[in-house]
């Protein structure tokens, strides 16, 4: 077994609620110290993490999309050599 596998499988059972507290935290520290513009950045940060982290398949099939998109199966699309 590697160094440090215990750890890492502890941490990614329990990803959930860490993700959930942290937001929590950061929520809160932000709150306090009345940072809106924080606040913004964290909401829409913490939108993007819950979708990464709750529906893996999806953010999978997203960002294996916009790849395949991007690069193309080798080739680039919509290109015309002018000869």
């Known amino acids: 077994m590697f160094y ?16 959930l507290l942290a937001l929590a935290v950061a929520g809160l520290v ?3 110290q009345h940072k809106t513009a924080g606040l913004v950045t964290l909401a829409f940060t913490a939108l993007c993490a819950v979708g990464l982290v709750y529906n893996t ?3 999978k099939d997203a960002i294996l999309s916009v790849f395949n998109t991007i ?3 080798g080739t680039i699309t919509g290109v015309v050599p002018h000869f």
């Open 57 to 59: 398949e999806g953010a």
């Open 4 to 19: 440090g596998q215990n750890f890492f499988n502890l941490v990614m059972s329990n990803v959930k609620p860490i993700l």
């Open 30 to 32: 932000l709150l306090v």
């Open 71 to 73: 690069i193309g199966s």
